[in-house]
């Protein structure tokens, strides 16, 4: 068995770190042009804009993003000149752009909303200022809507 006096120790030490800060650099930042790149891509959504009031005039839908995390997105809609509670549900479509979502009623029951009957299902897109709603399943207008337009108030 050779054995390896001090100074080679250090030599070797020194090449096998230095190899590792080389491989470690382009690496880290691939990385992070990696996640610059793919933040792009994801959709903004009502959620980046906690506190914010959305609405549209026809017809009248009211919307309030509560928090990113909590109750989601409730409001109220005018169906047949009666307000009704609503919730609007998201769930990520195949384009990462595009959300699919649920309007739907919401009842009371001992202090406690819950949701009752889908009204819309619709895939959205939103921006700082609007939230377009592409009708994609109609269950009150009766198809008099193909999208809806929703304009930040607050």
């Not at 068995?1 to 020194?14: A, E, G, L, Q, W």
């Not at 590792?20 to 793919?38: D, K, R, W």
């Not at 919307?63 to 009666?82: A, T």
Request: glycine fraction near 6%; aromatic fraction near 10%.
């Amino acid at each position: 068995m050779v054995s390896m006096s001090p100074t080679h120790k250090k030599t070797y030490r020194v090449i096998l770190i230095s190899i590792l800060l080389i491989l470690m650099i382009p690496f880290s930042f691939l990385m992070f042009m990696g996640s610059v790149a793919i933040h792009k891509y994801y959709a903004i959504t009502p959620y980046d804009f906690p506190g914010s009031v959305w609405e549209s005039q026809e017809p009248f839908i009211h919307l309030e993003v509560s928090n990113p995390i909590g109750n989601g997105i409730n409001g109220s809609i005018i169906i047949n000149g009666k307000e009704k509670k609503v919730c609007l549900s998201t769930t990520a479509g195949s384009d990462a752009k595009l959300l699919d979502s649920n309007l739907y009623t919401q009842s009371l029951n001992n202090g406690t909303y819950y949701s009752e009957m889908v009204l819309l299902r619709v895939i959205w897109n939103c921006s700082e200022n609007q939230i377009v709603m592409k009708i994609e399943e109609d269950n009150i207008y009766d198809g008099k809507y193909k999208r809806i337009v929703l304009d930040r108030v607050e």
